[in-house]
């Protein structure tokens, strides 16, 4: 099975700051990679797909890249509001559907 | 717009069965490239993939999770239903049901439910 890990857990960071987290699967998964944002108590919601491709509506200072095993998702100038747990996913579904252990955000 | 719903019970005691429902709106699932999946978060934890579910009747499972999921559609009523035998408490979470499709490959949940809560207790 096809392990998906993210680092770091958590990250303290200042408004306007710029913000990484990276997400390593154990195999080769293309560019078959999601990155979702999931606020406290509410449900998680898509940011990017396709690596780097942005969902409908996500604010453009986040971004996403990378391919095969190795990919980040960047936060270009961090908001209040983007205080949140990020997870990365692997979504084909051959053989399995994975998500990464969570990489939660909050502001300094 | 898509809308989806979650329900079933609250409590459910060890050993016992788990039936939810996830009941939508706003696309159906005899549509080509359409998919229903089911996704758990413990208190507290990470997102687990459970199972899911395309409008050609192509279900997938969590392969650790295989021997106790089962997942199917009802297209008429717009629901699609995941049954998880033997509950443990270690079952406690939070159970979301979502949309996905294909177009040029498999897409991510884009579309999920708000959830529902189900504690498994004797």
């Known amino acids: 099975d096809i392990q998906m890990t993210q680092s770091p857990s958590s990250l303290s960071a200042s408004v306007g700051d710029r913000v990484t987290i990276t997400c390593r699967a154990s195999?080769?998964?293309?560019?078959?990679l999601a990155w979702y944002q999931q606020k406290p108590g509410k449900v998680p919601k898509l940011l990017i797909y396709a690596a780097s491709t942005l969902q409908s509506g996500v604010p453009s200072r986040f971004s996403g890249s990378g391919s095969g095993t190795d990919f980040t998702l960047t936060i270009s100038s961090l908001q209040p509001e983007d205080v949140a747990t990020y997870y990365c996913q692997k979504y084909n579904s051959a053989p399995e559907i994975t998500f990464g252990q969570g990489t939660r955000l909050e502001i300094k | 717009q898509i809308t989806l719903k979650e329900s079933g019970p609250t409590l459910v005691k060890p050993t016992q069965t788990l039936t939810l429902t996830c009941t939508f709106s706003?696309?159906?699932?005899?549509?080509?490239?359409?998919?229903v999946g089911w996704i758990r978060q413990p208190p507290g934890k990470a997102l687990e993939w459970l199972a899911l579910i395309y409008w050609d009747d192509d279900k997938r499972y969590s392969p650790s999770l295989k021997s106790r999921l089962t997942i199917t559609k009802d297209t008429s009523k717009n629901q699609v239903v995941l049954t998880m035998t033997n509950m443990d408490p270690v079952d406690t979470a939070t159970y979301y049901c979502?949309?996905?499709?294909?177009?040029?490959?498999?897409?991510?949940?884009?579309?999920w439910g708000q959830g529902t809560l189900v504690t498994v207790s004797s």
């Open positions: 706003g696309f159906s699932l005899s549509t080509s490239g359409v998919g």
């Open positions: 979502a949309h996905r499709r294909i177009w040029f490959g498999e897409l991510p949940f884009d579309y």
């Open positions: 195999q080769g998964i293309s560019n078959y």
